[in-house]
C-alpha cells in the first residue's frame, strides 16, 4: 500500500471515530438506557469511539467493545461503523451473520430501563433498520472487493498464461530453426567433405571444376545458415509472432518438387544417387512435403558420411492411397563426420514424420548398408457437387 493511501485511512478513521464518538457522547446524555450510572456516560462514549481507531484491525473485539458500550450506557452509535467493518472484512460468512443477532439483541434490549417486551419489540424493529444499513453497506464492499480481486487474479492469470504461450512460441520457433540449420549445414558439409575427398584423388584437370563446386556449396551453406542465423538473433517477441506465412516469405519451403534438384546438388557433389519418382507428383500437404523432403536430405546426409562412394536409391511412389518412400545405400567408407554425429537428425526425421501424421522405420540391412522408409497417407479428393 502507498505512502498516500495510508495516511488517508487513518484521516479518515480518525474522522469516523471522532464524529461518532461526539454523536456517543451526546447520545448518553438523554438517554435512559444503560447499566452504569449517568456520570459514566460520557466516559465510556468516547472509549467507544477511541476503539474505533483500531475497527480495520481488529473488527470482532471493536464490535464487542462498543455493543458492551451499548449496554452500559446506551452509546448506540459507535456500534455501526463498527458493524460495517466486520461486514466488511468476512463479507457472506458464518461471523458476519452470527455478528448480526448479536448486536440487534444488544441494541433491541432496553438495558437498566426494564425489559419490558413490548418495548423490546418495537426497538427490536427500529434498531434492525438501523443495523441493516451498515451491513448491507459493509457485504456490497467486501462483495466489489471480492469481485475486483478475482477480475485482477483472471487478468493475471492470462498475462502469465499469455507469456508461458509466447515463451513456447519462441521454443518451438527455435527448436524448427535448430532443425533447419541442423539439415542445411549436415547436408552442405557432407557435400563438402565429399567433393573434398574426390579432391585428394582427381586427375585430369577436375580439381578447379571440383573447387568450383565446393565453393558453391559452401556459399549455399553460408547463405542458408545466416539466414537462420538471422531470425534467432530477433526480439522473443517478433520471435514468437511468426507464422508459417513469413517462414514462406523468407525462404520457400522445400516440397516433393525439389527433391530432384536435391539428389542433383548430390549427385554433383559425387555421390551416387538413382532417384524413382511418380509423374505427375501426388498432391501432398505442406507438412507432407516437407517431411518427405527432409528424409530423403538426411538420408542423402547420412549415406555421405558413413557410406562414403556407395550408390543409394531414392525412391518415392503412390501404393494405395499412401506416400511411400525409400532411401537406402550399400556398404561405403566412414567419413571423419561419421564419428561426430549428434543423433539429431534421425530424432528430427522421427518428429517430423510424426507430425506430418506418418510413420517412420529405419536401420542397418542385412547384407550391409542402410535404409530409411517412410509412408504417408495421402488425402482423400473432397467430392465435387453437381
Do not use: C
Amino acid at each position: 500500500m502507498s505512502r498516500t493511501r495510508r495516511i488517508a485511512r487513518l484521516v479518515l478513521d480518525v474522522v469516523l471515530a471522532a464524529v461518532f464518538g461526539l454523536i456517543a457522547f451526546d447520545e448518553v446524555r438523554t438517554s435512559s438506557i444503560g447499566l452504569l450510572p449517568a456520570a459514566a456516560g460520557p466516559v465510556v462514549a468516547i472509549a467507544a469511539g477511541v476503539a474505533l481507531l483500531v475497527r480495520r484491525y481488529r473488527p470482532l473485539p471493536v464490535l464487542a467493545a462498543t455493543l458492551l458500550a451499548m449496554m452500559l450506557v446506551g452509546a448506540a452509535a459507535p456500534v455501526l461503523p463498527a458493524m460495517y467493518t466486520v461486514a466488511r472484512r468476512y463479507g457472506n460468512r458464518r461471523t458476519t451473520w452470527l455478528s448480526v443477532p448479536a448486536a440487534l439483541i444488544v441494541l433491541a434490549v432496553p438495558w437498566g430501563a426494564g425489559t419490558y417486551p413490548a418495548l423490546f419489540f418495537s426497538r427490536a424493529g427500529l434498531m434492525a433498520l438501523v443495523l441493516a444499513v451498515p451491513l448491507l453497506l459493509g457485504l456490497w464492499t467486501a462483495q466489489r472487493a471480492e469481485t475486483l480481486a478475482a477480475l485482477r487474479e483472471r487478468a493475471e492469470q492470462a498475462e502469465r498464461e499469455r507469456d508461458l504461450r509466447a515463451a513456447a512460441a519462441v521454443e518451438a520457433e527455435r527448436l524448427r530453426i535448430a532443425g533447419e540449420l541442423h539439415d542445411i549445414v549436415a547436408h552442405r558439409i557432407s557435400q563438402i567433405t565429399v567433393l573434398a575427398g574426390a579432391l585428394e584423388v582427381s586427375a585430369d584437370g577436375k580439381p578447379a571444376e571440383i573447387a568450383g563446386t565446393i565453393r558453391t556449396t559452401g556459399a549455399r551453406a553460408l547463405a542458408e545458415m545466416r539466414e537462420l542465423l538471422g531470425i534467432l538473433r530477433e526480439p522473443a517477441d517478433a520471435l514468437a509472432q511468426r507464422n508459417s506465412t513469413d517462414r514462406e516469405l523468407l525462404r520457400p519451403a522445400p516440397d516433393l518438387g525439389a527433391i530432384p534438384e536435391l539428389v542433383s546438388d548430390a549427385v554433383e557433389a559425387g555421390q551416387q544417387v538413382d532417384l524413382t519418382m511418380p509423374d505427375p507428383l501426388p498432391e501432398v500437404s505442406g507438412p507432407v512435403g516437407r517431411a518427405a523432403y527432409r528424409i530423403v536430405q538426411e538420408a542423402l546426409t547420412n549415406a555421405a558420411k558413413h557410406a562414403a562412394g556407395a550408390e543409394v536409391r531414392a525412391a518415392l511412389a503412390v501404393v494405395g492411397g499412401v506416400l511411400d518412400i525409400d532411401v537406402r545405400n550399400g556398404h561405403g567408407d566412414h567419413t571423419p563426420l561419421a564419428a561426430q554425429g549428434s543423433g539429431f537428425g534421425l530424432l528430427g526425421m522421427r518428429k517430423r514424420v510424426e507430425l506430418a501424421g506418418g510413420s517412420l522405420h529405419s536401420g542397418p540391412l542385412a547384407g550391409g548398408g542402410y535404409v530409411v522408409h517412410a509412408t504417408f497417407p495421402l488425402a482423400e479428393p473432397e467430392p465435387v457437387d453437381e
